[in-house]
């Protein structure tokens, strides 16, 4: 890189971003490159939708290695709770330490609550880490997972990055942290919460930027076999399958491709590899039916 | 700098118009991005909008045609649909009121007429059947599953309550017993939609009092809407005490009786207004839809990626011969998780029992 960390208000333009992030093998149309300099300059969260696998993860780790920060993932799921999301005391420790003070003999009740609970009980989970944590990414992972109260609770921490923990006081972030928030679209999320953020449609990348992301992601890869390979990705993207894959499955299938030693994408090679493409026995069964992995 | 809110102002308002939801506070988002961006740019203008003032990928069609059309130079025509507003007042009902073909009798019910009235189409009844019918329904209480909330009660099985028992350590000087707590539960919530139109006439009534039945059993968690050619929430009516007195305000709050059925548009309007989250969503229709059969689609689509199960409701389903042809229903099908049929006591009967057990 550089030799210096770059911080966020430092990317002057979109097509600066763009730059960096090609860096982090990262290629960004203009689209998400102005979402993504936009979220940076604002404050503001980015909110990535599309399907499985166009890439919403990883740019959130590319904008952390880019600008040198730790990402912090957040991966919602059913059920997800403040405790899990926030912070949670040390419950062992704080008995240990409530048992020492006992053999000591100390009795005064409030000076053992004053040190029970204490910072260095407590257990910050990833919003509390990203709060405290700076500069640094956030990544809020398939919010369609969580529980629609999750969202009303995660809207209010997103409002103004504090957090207020009632046995000792309330946490605020002096710049915010970059956040970025993915949906594979299970479900709508609230209004409100998008509101908040930049809002950002990814599409599969079309034929010549999935080309070139092949190319950049693997050294291996000659440009013979990249571009039949993004052939077949947009051939299957079409077929109506249950799984269309997306460019992390094209990666994927190439990566085995190399492996196996292919230059070029043989009907035979191709067949034998195409698990890592589709994930449903339905898919592979229809596509090796219907020929379509015929030559491109 | 004036003329650049006034232009976004204006863009924003072409927007709303197509039906995207540019608010003033987006609007404020876009002048804010703008800062950062080079205005003179219109790659840069248009990313600028297109991620602050849209909020679902179906946005974007719009958004698109916006913006071509508002700075190529030419304001975006407002389309405004012709709505036909047909304000018959429960002219309905009349309909409903026709004697039964095949057994016009008004005998006073007994435990086995009650049993033959269960399994009858209740279009096909007498006055006095009818009556019969709908006094059973009033008696009708359902429960409702349970979700678990995100609040918690103490409770002598389930998690550690850490905080209660270092807390109660705290003030006794030891852990005496170990305290534990688990997650509150709450009723689901059910969204219902009653079709009012011309050809669900001879079932509005005996739907509205199942709708009645509901609201007085689950009156916290239960949502009505009437559907026809305008969306009109009717909860608040249908609380009242004794069914008639509540379909009466009911009557006086809808103004599109026996009109035909816009569900598409509704359904827009209550996803854009109100949300079904979580909630069982019960469709009472035939599915005779006068709108667009593709915007109904993709309404129930969005309905159903927030509902947690979607039934719905249809009158003609009750005969074996029934096939959903209608354009509405057949655009609504795929999104619909129980197709079941709705034309007597004996269906409501079982409508309950799903809703208690969905």
Redesign the interface.
Known sequence: MLGRTIRATDIE??AKLVELLDRQAYLAD??LA??A??AL??G?PLFL?GEAGVGKTELAKALAALLDAPLIRLQCYE?L??AQALYD?D?AR??LH?KAA?AAGV?D?GR??GE?YDRRFLIARPLLKAVETQPSVLLVDEIDRA????EAFLLEVLSDFTISIPELGTVRAATPPVVVVTSN????V??AL??RC????LEHPIFDREVAILLRRLPGCTETLATQVARAAERLRHAGLVKPPGVAETLDWTEALLTLGATELDPGLAAATLGAALKYREDVAAVLGNGLLGHG | MDELVATMTGFARTLRAAGVGADHERTQNLLKALDHLDVTDRDEVYWAGRLTLCATPADLPRYDRCFAAYFGGMKARQVRTATTSVTRHLAAREGAGEPGGDDGTAAPATASSIEVLRHRDVARMTDAERDEVHRMLAMLRGGRPLRRSRRFESAHRGVLDRRRTIREALRKGDVARLRRRRHTTRPRGVVLFVDISGSMAPYAETLLRFAHALVRSEPRTTRVFSVGTRLTPVTAELRHRDPGTALNEVSKAVPDWSGGTRLGEELREFLTRHHARGAIVVIASDGWERGDPELLGTQMARLSRQAYRVIWVNPHKGYADYQPLTGGMRAALPYVDDLVAGHSLAAYEELSERLAHA
């Open positions: 333009s979109p203009e689209g102005t979402a300099f936009l300059r604002m503001r939708e059920g709770d403040a005391w419950f704080q008995l409530l006992e009795t009740v053992l609550e029970i529980d629609d109260e999750f679209r299970t479900r709508e609230h209004d998008k509101r930049l809002y950002h449609w």
